[in-house]
């Protein structure tokens, strides 16, 4: 299976069981969130940003504003670590320090850069609305020529990911088997719950099929 | 109301209006969730590691193994960055440049440090179990004294921070509220579901009524 190559940097040293480098399971971990976390430099200080993002192949996207501190440090190469992580749930063992978190994680290390290209840039924006919202793009108003100035897509091609993955009951010391107490998990899941119309809805404009499809299901 | 003081730090200079210091709305968005993301910088580079955290007061704590890289390094007193997000949904506009998702947000800043005292550590770990689960701690293993040991609590005054939070529907530019386009919100929450127990659970034993309490419930 096609791997991502371990390093100083990506290596989990803690619970190596949990720690994997298959491209598969760190694109499934990425394409299953919406929100990423995103940690650079400025100035010794460490900053994490939340933000949204997209991935194509070994390169992950996410934009702002053009005026943005962030994304124009970004811009000019800065080593970056995004990170996505899942909350699946409780796990409730039966001793205080085997309690633990069901999760799925992905950390990416890279440098990231501008995307000044025009047609590019408003490829990749049309890539990922389509992958927030699968139909949206032919729907709605394309960006014009202001909005796409106003907004800086940044590019970082993965140099080193890692996933981390807990899932499945409790692991117990084995004397605390016998223990009179409930262990087991509580999974936790994102759901998507009904559409709600802006108040300034057109009238006669109808729910459309893609959005009701998406809603309802479960989004991690 | 009190307030954290804003700095260049901590300053949200995009969308000032979705920026607030308030110690009300940072503490709520901080309580109602279970996994941060910590940054912190190691030889230049940075790094972002989903983790639990809980909080007292204006102190963040989160804990991990003594012999963690990330833990050892921390307790140490590098400056970090904690920083928390809840995704809470799809805002769906009728151009593509004024889609955005809700969410809430803190940034935290501070240095961390880690708590060596050994019943400050132990009542730490107590009250972050109570903070997850409440009514847990009365039935399970206390922590014995190798547990302890291998644990690392770690604590950051809160020097600076600041919440983002965007909510409501679209704000689109004004010609486009006369285009066919379907635009609105579509929620999304974090809800817990049915326990699980574990497949090795002693017979006899009922579901505890803190944990149905605590499934079933959103839990962001």
Redesign the interface.
């Known amino acids: 299976m096609s791997q991502f190559k371990p390093t100083v940097?990506s290596r989990g040293?803690?619970a190596p069981k949990r720690v994997n480098y298959d491209r598969e399971t760190i694109y499934g971990v990425l394409d299953s969130s919406?929100?990423c976390?995103?940690?650079?430099?400025l100035d010794?200080?460490?900053?994490?940003?939340?933000t949204?993002y997209w991935r194509e192949g070994d390169t992950l996207f996410w934009h702002?504003?053009a005026?943005?501190?962030m994304i124009k440090r970004m811009a000019e190469g800065l080593?970056?670590?995004?990170?996505v992580?899942h909350?699946d749930?409780?796990v409730?063992?039966?001793?205080?320090?085997h309690?633990s978190?069901n999760?799925r994680?992905v950390?990416a290390?890279g440098r990231a850069r501008a995307i000044n290209d025009k047609a590019a840039k408003e490829a990749a924006?049309?890539i990922f609305?389509e992958r927030?919202?699968p139909g949206?793009?032919a729907?709605?108003?394309?960006?014009?020529a202001k909005?796409l100035k106003a907004?800086t897509v940044v590019a970082m091609e993965i140099e080193e990911a890692s996933a981390k993955i807990r899932s499945g009951?409790?692991i117990d010391d084995a004397p605390?088997?016998?223990?009179?107490?409930?262990?087991?998990?509580?999974?936790?899941?994102?759901?998507?719950?009904?559409?709600?119309?802006?108040?300034?809805?057109?009238a006669g404009?109808?729910?459309?099929d893609y959005?009701a499809q998406?809603?309802g299901m479960e989004?991690n």
Not at 37 to 41: A, I, K, L, R, T
Not at 44 to 50: A, E, I, N
Not at 92 to 97: C, D, E, V
């Open positions: 940097r040293r803690r919406f929100m976390h995103v940690g650079y430099v010794d200080q460490p900053f994490v940003t939340p949204s702002g504003s005026a943005s501190r080593p970056a670590c995004l990170t992580s909350f749930g409780l409730l063992a039966r001793s205080g320090f309690h978190f999760y994680s950390m290390f924006l049309e609305v927030v919202m949206r793009t729907e709605i108003r394309p960006a014009n909005e907004t009951p409790p605390d088997y016998d223990l009179e107490v409930w262990a087991g998990t509580v999974p936790v899941k994102l759901v998507a719950e009904a559409p709600v119309p802006d108040p300034d809805l057109k404009i109808e729910l459309p959005i998406w809603t989004k």
